[in-house]
């Protein structure tokens, strides 16, 4: 049975930085596609961050262009996303997700595509 498993959220006031993890267990998603997704408060949930992992491509949604990145540590099937410069925008429920499939860009940005998810970690960004 496969699983993710969230951590690092916190409250943090404006302009601080968080690193969330996402550990895998149950299988390696070595070749597949890991991501990060947000959803705010009566907002409808959006990808923030994504990379393939066969080729460590990663890619952004441009609200966090700069100030975001993710990453991975497939020695312990862990993928980061380390936020700095954080804003009250981005305060919402982030959830890690992970398919075994290459997604082809324009496929990234969509929940469908992935098939495993994680329970949520909660970020705010507060002064």
């Known amino acids: 049975q496969v699983q993710l498993v969230e951590s690092g959220g916190g409250l943090v006031q404006p302009g601080a930085s968080l690193r969330l993890s996402c550990t895998a267990s149950?299988?390696?998603?070595?070749?597949?596609?890991m991501a990060w997704f947000r959803q705010a408060p009566g907002k409808e949930r959006e990808v923030v961050a994504a990379?393939?992992?066969?080729?460590?491509?990663?890619h952004y949604r441009d609200a966090v262009k700069g100030r975001f990145t993710i990453s991975r540590n497939n020695a312990r099937n862990t993928v980061f996303l380390q936020m700095n410069s954080l804003k009250p925008e981005d305060t919402a429920v982030y959830y890690c997700a992970a398919t075994n499939s290459r997604l082809i860009v324009s496929r990234l940005w969509h929940g469908e595509n992935y098939d495993y998810w994680g329970q949520g970690t909660q970020v705010t960004v507060s002064s």
């Open positions: 990379i393939r992992l066969g080729e460590n491509s990663s």
């Open positions: 149950g299988r390696t998603f070595s070749s597949g596609t």
